[in-house]
């Protein structure tokens, strides 16, 4: 049973103590989980599959959830599915330590939360965009051109490489 106040730190002691190849598992569900200040997630589910190998602790996290995102061209919030999966060894020792410097903490008790963060973060676009044909909003009013058109052409580019373009299209 997880802390309910820390429901991603595990206790891994069991599992040091066991032979090289012995594996558990450890499930994930909630309705809503606060990840941290910037990341909130709802029906959250993941399981973690531990193995205990020569050079220490292999995790391998599979998850999903849904998080709400503002859109980059309308402005509106919008829910948005992730679903990410990582392996990381938590390493015994220095010496074993892989690329993502790992290492066991001395109680053995790993909090996943921090990793957890991580990749959900970079699963989330870096524009995001409620639906491949949103409109966004318009340049001269800022009326959502989703909702209502409000009449504005398009601003003439008055860049002085503007008439580069007519190039191109000669």
């Not at 595990?10 to 941290?36: A, P």
């Not at 909090?111 to 973060?121: C, G, H, K, S, T």
């Not at 409000?150 to 000669?170: M, Q, R």
């Amino acid at each position: 049973m997880t802390n309910p106040r820390r429901p991603f730190r595990l206790n891994v002691g069991f599992i040091v103590h066991e032979e090289v190849g012995y594996k558990h598992e450890f499930s994930f569900e909630f309705d809503q989980v606060q990840i941290s200040d910037d990341l909130v997630l709802r029906n959250f589910e993941g399981i973690v599959t531990i193995g205990r190998t020569p050079q220490g602790l292999i995790l391998q996290g599979d998850f999903s959830a849904e998080t709400t995102l503002e859109c980059g061209r309308c402005l509106n919030d919008f829910d948005y599915e992730l679903n990410w999966d990582f392996t990381e060894l938590y390493a015994f020792n220095e010496k074993s330590v892989s690329e993502s410097d790992l290492l066991l903490p001395k109680d053995q008790q790993i909090d996943l939360q921090p990793l957890i963060r991580e990749y959900a973060l970079l699963e989330i676009p870096t524009k995001p965009v409620c639906r491949p044909n949103c409109k966004g909003l318009c340049a001269v009013c800022g009326e959502d051109l989703n909702k209502n058109d409000c009449g504005h052409k398009d601003i003439v580019n008055e860049s002085p490489f503007s008439a580069l373009k007519d190039l191109l299209e000669e």
